[in-house]
Structure formats: structure tokens, C-alpha cells
């Protein structure tokens, strides 16, 4: 089927833009997008995908204020034939200018959250090392992604009471995502494929931390002993500067926890880079958000990727200072933190996650 795509000269294999050279049913294409206030009053995030070969678009949309409240928006709805058009329900999202500018909007619903944020690019995006994992011979993950920092403006409506989003104080990040994802809980039993081989735990960190002239990407994931499992990473130094990318090799990262909880509180990461350098960031929480609510993992018997029908949307509010809430929605937060290095402050958001056992924070 043609699509408005497939006028591009960038066609990659003998087809329309509407398959993909992979049958994979977990083969998936994801944008995700996030913008706070420096002060951490309002956290908001937003991820948009399409798993191809299920014949799903997805979407979720999620927004904290004053570190209490969380408020949740998950979309679905069949690919084809709009498969042209970024938009599950009142969410979309559309790029103003490759590499550089884009747009997320969530329009008025009734579950009291709406926005206009457009994303303006600081710095350019790291290409991280791509993710290849097989078990048991079968491919788990093969994927793509690469990141960005930079300023939002725009809008945001809470319960009736707009905010505006001020470049001078509101900061944004990206990713793109695509290929073979690790999907392991998404029907893989129920479709007659062997259970995941059984482990004691993986924890991972992502980061992107925004000083005013530099930033630094990268992704961590090692196993319950310790082992880094991949490690991929970047300095990228802002526009104004001609300095190219300092690519950074490894990473040492000490989690201090909140007490009796598997939730991040403050930390300390040391990168090491090619050129023999290293790069010391101590950080602290601010605020969270809780992505486990907007379908990464599954919640209400939804999972991103999974077919909910042709149109699909709920939602709800929650108060995330209640720990019987919080056990539901716990794996992996976005955490928003204030960093420093030298005496250079900055913001960012770190993902953090310990799935099952670590020897060091949940032995």
C-alpha cells in the first residue's frame, strides 16, 4: 500500500514504506519525548510507536505535578491504513525539522491533562552502539536508537490551569528508536514460544544530563553480579561549538536509594572516554515520573505493542505519594535530577531500573 513516504528517495528494500524487511512480530519503531521546569514542579513524557508486523500505532502520555500527582493517557489503534499519520487519539506528534525541531500535542480530553511542546535541538543527537542480544538461538533484540537535548516551548493545561512552557527555564529531550526489541513479556507464551531464560536480574541506567555548552547520552546495562552486559555513550558539545563527539567507552555508577525501596534518591556516574579522560557527575532526584503507567511494561492488561483493537484510549489520575500505588507502577521511572560536574551545574533525566535481584542494591 503507498503511503505520502514513499515520494522520499530513501527507500531500502524492494516495497512500500508500510512493511518493514523484518517479520519480527516485535519489531517496533518508537519515539519518545519528555520537557520539565527546572524546578521540577511539572514533569511530562510522551512516547509514540508502531509495531508494524502487529498492525498497531500507539501512544501514551503522562504528566506529574509537584512530584504528588501523576495523570495517564494510553492510546491505541490499528496501523493501516493511517499509517501515515503520527496521531492515536488526542495524541500527535510531527516534525517541524529533521534532526532539529519537532512537535508533540495532546489535545483536550477528559482526563484533565493537555499540551503543546515543541522541541528545539541544543546540541546534535548521539547515535548510540546498536543492541543485539540472542537466547537460546533465537534473536531477543536487535534495535537502534539515537538521542537529543535541547528546550521546549509551548503550553501545558492541568486540571483546567494553563502553564506556559518558557525556553529560559524548560528543558527536553528525544529519542528514536527502531528494530527487534526485548519484549519478553508481550504474549510470548501465549503465542507457544519458549519462556525467557531465567536470570537473577538486569539493571540498566539511560541518560541524558544538559549542561549549558555539553551534554552526555548514554545506556548501561549490566546483570545481577555486576557484569556490563553494553555500555554505549557520548559527549556532544552544543551547536555553537565545532568540537566533534567525545565518545565515552565505559561508565562506573554508585545508585544510593531510597531507603527499603528499589527507587533512585541521588548517585554518582564516572565516565571514562576514548581519549583516556574521565568525566565525574554527581546528581540528585528531583521529581519522577512513572513510564511502567504508559505502557513499558504491562498495566490494566495493556503493554505498548500490544493490539487493543481499531480504537482504543484510557486513562487515570493517581497519587504517587501512595506506596500501594506505587507498586504497580514501579519498574523502571524516569527521573528528572539536578547534576553536577566540576562547577558546572545542569539538569537531566536518567531511566533506572533493577528487574529482579542486584548483588549491590536488592540482593
Avoid at 503550553?155 to 490551569?161: F, I, L, P, R, S
Wanted: hydrophobic share 35%; glycine share 10%; proline share 4%.
Amino acid at each position: 500500500m503507498l503511503t505520502k513516504y514513499d515520494e522520499f528517495l530513501c527507500h531500502q528494500f524492494p516495497s512500500t514504506f508500510d512493511h518493514v524487511a523484518d517479520s519480527g512480530d516485535n519489531w517496533r519503531e518508537n519515539v519518545w519525548c519528555c520537557a520539565y521546569d527546572v524546578s521540577g514542579k511539572i514533569f511530562l513524557s510522551a512516547v509514540f510507536g508502531v509495531s508494524t508486523n502487529r498492525n498497531v500505532m500507539d501512544s501514551s502520555g503522562l504528566l506529574t505535578i509537584d512530584g504528588k500527582t501523576q495523570y495517564n493517557i494510553r492510546a491505541s489503534r490499528e496501523l493501516r491504513p493511517r499509517n501515515d499519520e503520527v496521531k492515536v487519539g488526542p495524541l500527535s506528534y510531527e516534525v517541524i525539522e529533521g534532526l532539529k525541531t519537532v512537535k508533540w500535542l495532546l489535545a483536550e480530553n477528559e482526563y484533565g491533562i493537555s499540551w503543546k511542546v515543541e522541541f528545539e535541538a541544543r546540541m546534535p543527537p548521539h547515535e548510540e552502539k546498536p543492541q543485539f542480544a540472542r537466547s537460546r538461538g533465537r534473536m531477543q533484540e536487535n534495535m537502534y536508537r539515537y538521542g537529543q537535548s535541547g528546550r521546549a516551548m509551548g503550553w501545558v493545561k492541568v486540571e483546567g490551569k494553563t502553564y506556559d512552557i518558557d525556553p529560559d527555564s524548560w528543558i527536553a529531550h528525544r529519542d528514536h528508536s527502531w528494530g527487534l526489541r526485548w519484549h519478553a513479556n508481550l504474549h510470548a507464551e501465549e503465542q507457544g514460544l519458549q519462556p525467557p531464560e531465567p536470570m537473577l536480574g538486569i539493571t540498566f541506567d539511560w541518560n541524558i544530563l544538559q549542561f549549558e555548552k555539553w551534554n552526555i547520552l548514554s545506556t548501561h546495562r549490566e546483570d545481577y553480579h555486576g557484569k556490563q552486559l553494553d555500555f554505549s555513550g557520548g559527549l556532544c558539545y552544543a551547536y555553537s561549538d565545532s568540537r566533534p563527539e567525545l565518545k565515552l567507552v565505559g561508565e562506573t555508577i554508585e545508585i544510593e536509594l531510597v531507603p527499603g525501596t528499589k527507587r533512585m534518591k541521588a548517585g554518582r556516574v564516572v565516565y571514562t572516554a576514548a581519549d583516556g579522560s574521565s568525566i565525574e557527575i554527581s546528581f540528585r532526584v528531583v521529581t519522577v515520573i512513572y513510564i511502567h503507567a504508559g505502557g513499558y511494561w504491562p498495566y490494566k492488561g495493556y503493554r505498548l505493542g500490544r493490539w487493543m483493537g481499531s480504537e482504543w484510549i484510557e486513562g487515570e489520575k493517581l497519587d504517587i505519594t501512595d506506596p500501594a500505588v506505587l507498586k504497580n507502577i514501579s519498574e523502571g521511572p524516569t527521573y528528572m535530577v539536578e547534576c553536577r560536574c566540576g562547577n558546572e551545574t545542569g539538569t537531566g533525566m536518567i531511566q533506572f531500573g533493577i528487574h529482579g535481584k542486584h548483588h549491590r542494591y536488592a540482593p
